[in-house]
Nanobody
Protein backbone atom coordinates (compact mmCIF):
# COMPACT_ATOMS: atom_id res chain seq x y z
CA UNK A 1 0.00 0.00 0.00
CA UNK A 2 1.43 3.35 -1.05
CA UNK A 3 1.27 6.08 1.55
CA UNK A 4 2.34 9.71 1.44
CA UNK A 5 2.54 11.83 4.56
CA UNK A 6 3.18 15.56 4.34
CA UNK A 7 4.46 17.71 7.16
CA UNK A 8 6.06 21.07 7.76
CA UNK A 9 3.23 23.46 7.05
CA UNK A 10 2.43 26.40 9.28
CA UNK A 11 2.00 30.15 9.61
CA UNK A 12 4.79 32.43 8.39
CA UNK A 13 5.16 36.10 7.59
CA UNK A 14 5.72 37.46 4.11
CA UNK A 15 9.31 36.88 3.10
CA UNK A 16 9.71 33.93 5.43
CA UNK A 17 10.57 30.32 4.71
CA UNK A 18 9.13 26.88 5.33
CA UNK A 19 10.25 23.39 4.41
CA UNK A 20 7.65 20.80 3.58
CA UNK A 21 8.36 17.09 3.74
CA UNK A 22 6.66 14.22 1.96
CA UNK A 23 7.46 10.78 3.34
CA UNK A 24 6.67 8.07 0.80
CA UNK A 25 6.25 4.38 1.61
CA UNK A 26 5.05 1.29 -0.21
CA UNK A 27 6.61 1.97 -3.61
CA UNK A 28 8.46 -0.93 -5.21
CA UNK A 29 10.25 0.95 -7.97
CA UNK A 30 12.40 4.08 -8.23
CA UNK A 31 10.87 4.81 -11.62
CA UNK A 32 8.44 7.40 -10.39
CA UNK A 33 8.04 11.11 -9.90
CA UNK A 34 6.84 13.05 -6.89
CA UNK A 35 4.98 16.28 -7.39
CA UNK A 36 3.85 19.09 -5.13
CA UNK A 37 0.53 20.77 -5.72
CA UNK A 38 -1.44 23.38 -3.83
CA UNK A 39 -5.09 24.27 -3.45
CA UNK A 40 -6.33 27.59 -2.10
CA UNK A 41 -9.62 26.26 -0.86
CA UNK A 42 -12.58 23.99 -1.52
CA UNK A 43 -13.80 24.34 -5.07
CA UNK A 44 -10.53 25.82 -6.28
CA UNK A 45 -8.36 23.99 -8.79
CA UNK A 46 -5.36 22.11 -7.54
CA UNK A 47 -2.32 23.96 -8.90
CA UNK A 48 0.98 22.37 -9.90
CA UNK A 49 3.99 23.67 -7.98
CA UNK A 50 7.01 21.45 -8.59
CA UNK A 51 8.10 17.88 -9.27
CA UNK A 52 11.14 15.65 -9.12
CA UNK A 53 12.00 12.44 -10.95
CA UNK A 54 13.06 10.02 -8.26
CA UNK A 55 15.65 8.06 -10.23
CA UNK A 56 17.40 10.92 -12.02
CA UNK A 57 16.81 13.78 -9.61
CA UNK A 58 15.70 16.08 -12.40
CA UNK A 59 13.37 18.83 -11.22
CA UNK A 60 10.75 21.15 -12.60
CA UNK A 61 8.98 24.23 -11.25
CA UNK A 62 5.92 26.27 -12.02
CA UNK A 63 6.79 29.80 -13.13
CA UNK A 64 5.06 31.21 -10.05
CA UNK A 65 7.59 29.60 -7.69
CA UNK A 66 10.72 29.41 -9.83
CA UNK A 67 13.68 30.94 -8.04
CA UNK A 68 11.92 30.83 -4.66
CA UNK A 69 11.14 27.13 -4.12
CA UNK A 70 13.52 24.21 -4.27
CA UNK A 71 12.53 20.54 -4.47
CA UNK A 72 14.89 17.78 -3.39
CA UNK A 73 14.85 14.15 -2.29
CA UNK A 74 16.55 11.94 0.24
CA UNK A 75 16.65 8.43 -1.17
CA UNK A 76 17.65 6.85 2.12
CA UNK A 77 14.63 8.33 3.87
CA UNK A 78 12.22 8.01 0.91
CA UNK A 79 11.35 11.63 1.49
CA UNK A 80 10.88 14.57 -0.85
CA UNK A 81 11.29 18.11 0.41
CA UNK A 82 9.97 21.44 -0.79
CA UNK A 83 12.01 24.34 0.52
CA UNK A 84 9.93 27.49 0.18
CA UNK A 85 11.66 30.86 0.48
CA UNK A 86 10.53 34.45 0.00
CA UNK A 87 6.98 33.40 0.70
CA UNK A 88 4.12 35.62 -0.40
CA UNK A 89 0.49 35.80 0.74
CA UNK A 90 -0.53 34.28 -2.59
CA UNK A 91 1.40 31.13 -1.64
CA UNK A 92 -1.22 30.45 1.05
CA UNK A 93 -2.85 27.09 0.33
CA UNK A 94 -3.05 23.47 1.35
CA UNK A 95 0.01 21.76 -0.13
CA UNK A 96 -0.21 18.17 -1.32
CA UNK A 97 2.42 15.75 -2.52
CA UNK A 98 1.59 13.07 -5.05
CA UNK A 99 3.29 10.21 -6.85
CA UNK A 100 3.03 8.88 -10.38
CA UNK A 101 5.04 6.28 -12.36
CA UNK A 102 7.93 7.39 -14.56
CA UNK A 103 8.40 11.10 -15.29
CA UNK A 104 6.77 14.18 -13.86
CA UNK A 105 3.59 15.73 -15.19
CA UNK A 106 1.87 18.98 -14.25
CA UNK A 107 -1.73 17.77 -14.29
CA UNK A 108 -3.07 16.43 -10.98
CA UNK A 109 -5.15 13.80 -12.76
CA UNK A 110 -1.96 12.09 -13.89
CA UNK A 111 -0.87 11.30 -10.33
CA UNK A 112 -1.99 8.07 -8.69
CA UNK A 113 -1.36 8.55 -4.98
CA UNK A 114 -1.84 11.59 -2.78
CA UNK A 115 -1.07 12.69 0.73
CA UNK A 116 -3.55 14.32 3.08
CA UNK A 117 -2.14 17.84 2.66
CA UNK A 118 -0.52 20.39 4.92
CA UNK A 119 -1.68 23.98 5.39
CA UNK A 120 0.66 26.85 4.57
CA UNK A 121 -0.47 30.33 5.56
CA UNK A 122 1.55 33.43 4.70
CA UNK A 123 0.52 36.58 6.52
CA UNK A 124 1.00 40.03 5.02
Amino acid sequence: QVRLIESGGGLVQTGGSLRLSCAVSGLTSELHATGWFRQEGPGKEREYVSAINWSTGSTHYADSVKGRFNISRDNAKNTVYLQMNSLKPEDTAVYYCAVRPFGWRHRPIEYDYWGQGTQVTVSS
